[in-house]
């Protein structure tokens, strides 16, 4: 009993604090405004779990649109330079979609696991801040060229491909789906770095500091300069996404995760998220879609047992709280999830429980980003009405990538016939002993750039992620240099210029393989406009069963990057009569007929 009024004694004077808001950030539309709070002072190995125990909430409104956005507790307010692990700074990320004028209104409540409670008026309120109420004024944004605060949010539900809500252009993306283990990096603070669990795969990403540029972000007197010109070096590709997990604790790398040790699964590490959100907001600013993967393989079951129990709601919580403002990116819940081998994994997650997932962030995430699941398992359990995902992250098991089409095919297939609107991807093309190998290994990638790059766009994917395989060096695991796949990026960026230059209407288009006698080809119609991949082998005149009318023909190197030949012609009688490409007949190529 002595011990319950002691508690409840330090639970009163922790909720009565001094009230003061202070907002830093630009207030333009689509940037990232943030609300810090003198509230109740806290420690990340309190008695009171500041993670727990506390749940800040602020709700932003606007003339059309209200967003309940969850808060977090940023300890002394600096602590990606400090460390800090305790304070009584309390932070909220808003990214306002509309200008004018936004009032927003501050739920602050204390209680046993109160940060999980939905019930809005759980516990008691943190005094006086619990009511506290304020207005910002957003000007219109400012920025151009790849930073995403000129682009505004992506937006995929009921999509097949996303949009960027500012300018309403399709976004495709392509770029590195490994390593797997980005984060397990050197700079970053927190206990992993010498403690016996995969000491070995810890990175520095020495090979990209010469990629660092004058006026990018660090911390702590510099610490950070390679992982951030990691980033600079895959933008200056032209590529546009990178994956990362966020929790293998139970996997092969065992160096990522957010909590403070490798035991406690309530009680964040503050400043090496902090220290996170550094290198995603510089992605961000170059052009980055951040692929959160949440769980590997053998963490499916890791909290609550896989349930949607207080462990998982609250490491939900905090991705979203602490970088669920950033416009460009998707939630999976979970890399290779559910049961898809006898033996393997032990604890898989059952149907019930991957749903029970992405409803939690369809529910709880205030902009709806992109929800997905990966395989292992495959998706046939999700294909009903109570499913929350609004797409698949598809992996494939072939060296050749030849089961990547067929793939894409099926399941968009699938889910149209379930009335189920999904955005497809596929994050893993290849086997895991090779995938996308080095460039010294395979310096022209004609299989991965046929069969998987342009396969994938082919087949209605809305883009790709490049796996390495283990039996290679620079692998899943072990690589901290993207160079190692240089002519491949190169490759993927002439992918993307190609769907942007040609400015297809995508959304209207469709897969047509039949308009071509060729078996090999792939087609894409749609909107009078036709794009033909003739895949390599030897090559004549061909035709194009097309409506009658006058036609611009392009032909383009998939290799080289560049449209090499342009024409036109009259149809009629429903059917185009194509010459063999200009040169190199026996290699791959595109036809644009619009």
């Known amino acids: 009993m002595l011990r319950f009024f002691a508690l409840l004694l330090l639970t009163f004077f922790c909720t009565c604090v001094r ?102 008026n759980y516990g008691e309120p943190v005094r006086p801040l619990d009511g506290m109420r304020g207005k910002l004024t957003i000007a219109p944004t400012d920025k151009k060229g790849p930073d995403l605060r000129g682009k ?20 495709l993306k392509a770029g590195a789906d490994a390593p797997e283990n980005l984060l397990s990096y050197r700079s970053f603070d927190g206990t992993f770095h010498d ?28 610490k950070g300069k390679e992982i951030i010109g990691a980033v600079n070096y895959l933008a200056s590709k032209g590529m546009n996404a990178f994956s990362f ?41 170059k052009g980055m879609f951040l692929h959160f993967k949440m769980a590997e393989v053998e963490n499916q079951s890791l909290l609550d047992n896989g349930d949607l129990g207080p462990q998982r709601k609250l490491y939900y919580r905090e991705l979203m709280a602490r970088f669920g403002h950033h416009l460009a990116l998707n939630w999976n819940t979970g890399e290779e999830n559910g049961r898809w081998n006898n033996n393997y994994p032990p604890d898989w997650q059952t149907t019930t429980q991957r749903l029970a997932m992405a409803r939690y962030f369809y529910e709880n995430d205030p902009y709806r980003h992109h929800v997905v699941i ?66 010294a290994d395979d310096p022209d990638h004609n299989l991965a750039r046929q069969n998987a790059l342009w396969g994938a766009f082919m087949a209605g994917a809305w883009g790709i992620e490049w796996y390495f395989g283990y039996k290679h060096e620079h692998s899943d695991l072990s690589c901290e240099d993207w160079r190692s796949r240089d002519a491949m990026w190169d490759q993927s960026r002439y992918a993307l210029e190609f769907f942007r230059q040609a400015n297809l209407p995508l959304a209207e288009m469709v897969p047509a393989n039949d308009l071509t006698p060729d078996g090999n080809d792939w087609v894409l119609a749609g909107g009078g406009k036709y794009v033909v991949f003739m895949k390599q082998g030897p090559k004549t005149a061909t035709t194009l069963k097309i409506a009658d009318g006058n036609y611009k023909i392009q032909w383009y190197n998939p290799r080289k990057g560049e449209f090499v030949v342009r024409g036109s012609q009259s ?24």
């Open 245 to 285: 997990l966020t929790l293998n604790i139970a996997g092969d790398d065992k160096n990522v995760f957010p909590y403070i040790n490798y035991h406690d699964y309530q009680r964040m590490d503050v400043s090496k998220l902090a220290q996170w959100e550094i290198l995603f907001e510089h992605a961000s600013r």
């Open 374 to 439: 990966h395989n292992g398992q495959s998706f046939y359990d999700l294909l009903g009405r109570e499913s929350k995902y609004s797409g698949l992250s598809l992996q494939t098991n072939r060296a050749d990538f030849a089961n990547v089409y067929p793939a894409i095919r099926r399941w968009l297939r699938l889910a149209q016939e379930n009335n189920v609107n999904w955005a497809v991807a596929i994050d893993e093309p290849g086997d895991a002993q090779h995938s996308l190998v080095p460039d």
């Open 19 to 120: 009230a003061q808001i202070s907002q830093t950030g630009e207030l333009k539309k689509w940037h990232k405004v943030t609300l810090t709070i003198d509230g109740p002072e806290a420690e990340e190995e309190g008695r009171l779990n500041p993670f727990l125990h506390y749940r800040l909430n602020v709700t932003f409104r606007h003339d059309s649109a209200t967003y309940v956005v969850p808060g977090y507790f940023a300890a002394d307010g600096n602590a990606a330079e400090t460390s800090a692990t305790k304070g009584n700074k309390w932070r909220v990320h808003f990214a306002p979609d509309q200008t004018g004028v936004w009032s927003y209104e501050v739920s602050f409540r204390a209680g046993s696991n109160a940060a999980v409670s939905e019930l809005p």
């Open 195 to 222: 403690d016996g669990y995969g000491d070995n795969w810890i990175k520095d990403w020495a090979p990209h500091l010469k990629d660092w540029q004058a006026g990018d972000p660090t911390w702590q007197d510099g």
């Open 152 to 171: 505004g949010r992506l937006l995929f539900h009921g999509r097949q491909y996303p949009v960027w809500a500012e300018t309403g252009e399709v976004f």
């Open 571 to 594: 149809v009629t009688g429903g059917e185009m009569t194509v010459t063999a490409p200009p040169r190199e007949v026996e290699k791959d190529w595109v036809l644009l007929v619009e």
